[in-house]
Every structure is written in structure tokens, then in C-alpha cells.
């Protein structure tokens, strides 16, 4: 990988990566680690998960449930990753829109973290 100007050049992909937006995905990485590690406390705590798929996950155990959530996750980041400059719906690009997605997380983890304190 060599760097020129403000991009990063994969030698075997004519893909341009800004480090703003790879830091954006990396930010929204850990912020999906967070809302796991706070749903296994959560649901430690008589909480419940939502979520039929990761309630399935977390049936297994609290490391499958992190291993599935971060697969998934890096699966969605990896296709953010490469279709970023796409328009969606002609509005707007998906690099765009990952500002809302961090946004939305934020939102979720302070809401674990008010749980956290609500549930005895």
C-alpha cells in the first residue's frame, strides 16, 4: 500500500480509500463490539435481545454471540467499504450515509448504558 496525497493505493486495485472514511468504519467496528459486550451484560442483568438471529447466537454462548456479531458486521463494513461512493437512491452515497449509521450506534450504546442502570 503506498499513500499519495490524502488516498491510499491498493497495488492490486485501482480503489481509492480515504483514511477518514476507513476510520469511520473502524469506529463503527468498535462501536458494534460495545453494544455487544453491553447486551451479554444487559441480558446477564434479565434483559432479552431482540433481535431472533443474535437471540439464536446468544443461545450457543457469549463468544458466539460476539463472533457472529462481528462477522456480520465486518461483512456490511467490507461492502461499505467497496460500494462507498454509490449513490443510493440517487441522493446520496454510502460513504454519506455511514455518518447516520454512527450516529444510530451512539444513540444505542448510551441507551445500553441508561439500561445498565435501570435494570437491577
Not at 496525497?5 to 476507513?22: A, I, Q, S
Not at 473502524?26 to 453494544?35: A, G, M, R, S, T
Not at 443474535?54 to 450457543?60: C, E, G, L, P, T
Amino acid at each position: 500500500m503506498r499513500k499519495s496525497d490524502h488516498y491510499y493505493f491498493l497495488e492490486t486495485e485501482p480503489t481509492l480509500f480515504r483514511p477518514k472514511y476507513v476510520l469511520y468504519l473502524f469506529l463503527l467496528l468498535l462501536l458494534c463490539l460495545i453494544d455487544g459486550t453491553m447486551t451479554i451484560i444487559l441480558i446477564e442483568r434479565g434483559a432479552w435481545e431482540a433481535n431472533p438471529i443474535m437471540r439464536q447466537a446468544m443461545s450457543v454462548s457469549r463468544e458466539f454471540f460476539l463472533l457472529v456479531k462481528y462477522i456480520i458486521t465486518s461483512f456490511g463494513l467490507l461492502f461499505l467499504l467497496i460500494h462507498g461512493e454509490k449513490k443510493v437512491f440517487g441522493l446520496c452515497t454510502l460513504e454519506e450515509i455511514t455518518g447516520l449509521f454512527i450516529i444510530f450506534y451512539e444513540g444505542l450504546v448510551v441507551y445500553e448504558i441508561a439500561m445498565y442502570y435501570l435494570i437491577p
